[in-house]
């Protein structure tokens, strides 16, 4: 990751996600809107920082769970030791504790690419055999970006670019709406999932070798998750686990929980009730760390 020069000789530098040269004091990369301060954080550190990709669809709780996921980092939990790598990695960590403990839900991540919030730490666990530092970038993509990407691919290179640059990455999926027998959870993963295989073009008789880990989320609906997720997958989601099981050769499934419990509010004008918004009472964390332990094993 050198920097490179124009023919007027202007110093660039190349985008870490998409490769694209730009100037040495953007912001933010023309081609993909990456923030360009990963560039320089990298350049500093003198090597590539590894790519956790957090994917899902909408309101599935992908802020939500990266959040609180950095948070545990950044409090020593399971062993862990992280340290951000600039005060923007902290913007999305603050935003959800802070909105979390204000019992409302974070605003919906915006679609525009260059109003995602980006995380970049370097991470390690203090103890075990895998004591080295990793330094780790873990974007908040919107939901909707990514099923526009799905629907019409190349809508969102940077969305290509990511998966195809991570070194490991993490599914969520609505676990309570499948445990209602809903089957939206089970095609959107479905679709993203057959997205993943095709952007790496492996011959068929060859599995994908990049770690994914399946987190069920809101799995507090459904007590059973957390007793066997794979069970559970392969039950509830079999559209999924098909997929999986044929064309991935490292999978793990994993439950998890942020919020402990949900009222809902009503209103509206004119006596008619024009919206419903849940309220999250209280947080109760489970599972949350476990998927991002895995992908550090694995990757």
């Known amino acids: 990751m050198k ?26 990369c023309g081609e993909c ?36 996921l950095l948070d545990m980092l950044s409090r020593r939990a399971h062993d862990f030791e992280a340290i951000p790598r600039g005060a923007y990695s902290i913007d999305l960590q603050q935003n959800v504790v802070a ?44 939901g909707e970006s990514l099923a526009a990407e799905i629907a019409s691919p190349h809508t969102f290179r940077v969305i290509r670019n990511l998966l195809l640059k991570s070194s490991g990455t993490m599914l969520l999926v609505d676990a309570a709406l499948a445990a209602d027998g809903e089957s939206r959870p089970d095609f959107f993963a479905l679709k993203m999932m057959s997205y993943i295989d095709s952007i790496f073009q492996t011959r068929r008789e060859q599995k994908i070798a990049i770690p994914i880990a399946i987190v069920l989320c809101k799995s507090d609906h459904c007590p059973e998750c957390f007793d066997n997720p794979r069970r559970f997958v392969q039950a509830n989601l079999n ?34 009730v024009d919206y419903v918004r849940p309220v999250p009472l209280h947080t109760s964390l489970q599972g949350i760390i476990e998927p991002f332990e895995w992908l550090i094993d694995n990757i």
């Not at 809107?33 to 956790?52: E, K, N, T, Y």
């Not at 915006?110 to 995602?116: G, T």
């Open 99 to 142: 909105s979390m403990t204000s019992r409302r839900f974070p605003e919906k991540t915006p679609m525009e690419p260059d109003r995602w919030n980006w995380a970049c730490y370097q991470a390690r666990r203090s103890t075990g055999r895998k004591s080295r530092w990793y330094d780790l970038v873990m974007p908040d993509l919107a």
């Open 3 to 28: 920097p490179v020069f124009s023919t007027n000789q202007q110093p660039q530098v190349r985008c870490l996600i998409c490769d694209s040269a730009n100037s040495q004091d953007a912001v933010v």
């Open 239 to 272: 559209r999924l686990w098909n997929l999986c099981e044929s064309r991935f050769a490292s999978i793990e499934y994993f439950a998890c929980s942020a919020v402990g419990s949900v009222a809902y509010v009503a209103g509206g004008d004119g006596g008619e």
């Open 33 to 68: 809107s990456a923030p360009m301060a990963l560039v320089h954080d990298a350049l500093a550190q003198g090597r590539v920082p590894q790519i956790v990709s957090v994917i899902g669809e909408s309101n599935v709780g992908k802020s939500v769970y990266l959040g609180f």
